[in-house]
């Protein structure tokens, strides 16, 4: 069984997605830099007896940037999705910063969703212009430069993987290499440097700078249905606060926090009870 890579229109927008399996729908929201090509957490799904729909967010792969002009825009859109697909309730899976377009989601369109879970995810203020991540990512990822920045990582990654690994490695987890050297596979090398090859920004990052401030407290205590908030006590991307934010707002959550080596959350040894916790909070809803 192949992934499809498809193609959703209605009004003169478009929005690109993936879908693979036959059995209880997962809608994914990927993360920052990513697209409907996502890999990480898939696989746990399809061999758990699950099948999920990765939408390219907003601005990102084929999908139309005009439906990233606000949350409510893009949600929309992601409901017309459904709608097409004729699904009438999904697990949501928000992860990183497609959490808030989960959050969103989740308070708004209720009735599509069975369970919400958030990993390693945004769910209040984070990248804002005093920021001096922020202020790189405006460099690094503009819409009429970024493919030669994904370039240039994914081609000395390529060449260099360990290299590569230990270079970037501090911008997702706070443990320092030396402390994490136990905590990660060397199959974690491999897997940071295809997720260089296949991630790219377009439109899509800078509407995640706009999106992820567009969150409230708001939506998160209008979220009904059962929530699973995962997050690594290492995050180095996504600071802890944001899992402990959510959970404390989100009436039906469900704080699991891992001992991965940091905002990857499916890398590593500890990456099975990241499999685990989600399949075991699905099946029981």
């Not at 498809?6 to 009004?11: A, C, G, I, L, Q």
């Not at 907003?58 to 990233?68: C, M, N, Q, R, V």
Request: charged fraction near 25%; include cysteine; aromatic fraction near 12%.
């Amino acid at each position: 069984m192949e992934r499809r890579i498809e193609k959703y229109t209605s009004e003169g927008m478009c929005i690109e997605y993936s879908i693979l399996g036959e059995g209880e729908p997962v809608l994914i929201f990927h993360g920052g830099h990513s697209n409907c090509y996502e890999e990480f957490g898939v696989k746990g799904l399809v061999d758990n007896g699950f099948s999920f729909i990765i939408p390219s967010r907003a601005g990102y792969g084929e999908t139309s940037k005009e439906i990233g002009t606000s949350l409510s825009k893009s949600c929309e859109y992601y409901s017309k999705l459904l709608d097409h697909l004729s699904i009438k309730k999904v697990h949501l899976l928000a992860i990183s910063a497609g959490g808030p377009s989960g959050i969103y989601f989740a308070a708004h369109y209720p009735e599509y969703v069975s369970t919400l879970t958030l990993q390693s995810a945004v769910t209040k203020e984070w990248l804002t212009p005093k920021d001096k991540e922020y202020k790189a990512a405006k460099i690094l990822f503009r819409p009429n430069t970024e493919k030669y920045t994904w370039k240039l990582i994914s081609s000395m990654n390529n060449l260099f993987p360990r290299f590569i690994f230990k270079q970037m490695f501090p911008s997702f987890s706070k443990l320092s290499y030396r402390e994490a050297k136990e905590k990660f596979n060397e199959e974690d090398i491999e897997a940071i440097r295809k997720m260089n090859n296949r991630q790219r920004s377009r439109y899509g990052f800078f509407i995640d700078l706009a999106q992820v401030n567009e969150v409230s407290i708001q939506h998160l205590q209008a979220i009904v249905c059962p929530t699973l908030i995962m997050h690594s006590k290492h995050d180095g991307s996504v600071p802890l606060e944001h899992s402990s934010f959510a959970h404390e707002n989100i009436p039906s959550s469900k704080l699991y926090l891992l001992d991965t080596w940091g905002h990857l959350i499916w890398l590593g040894h500890a990456s099975q009870e990241t499999d685990k916790g989600l399949m075991e909070f699905l099946k029981s809803h």
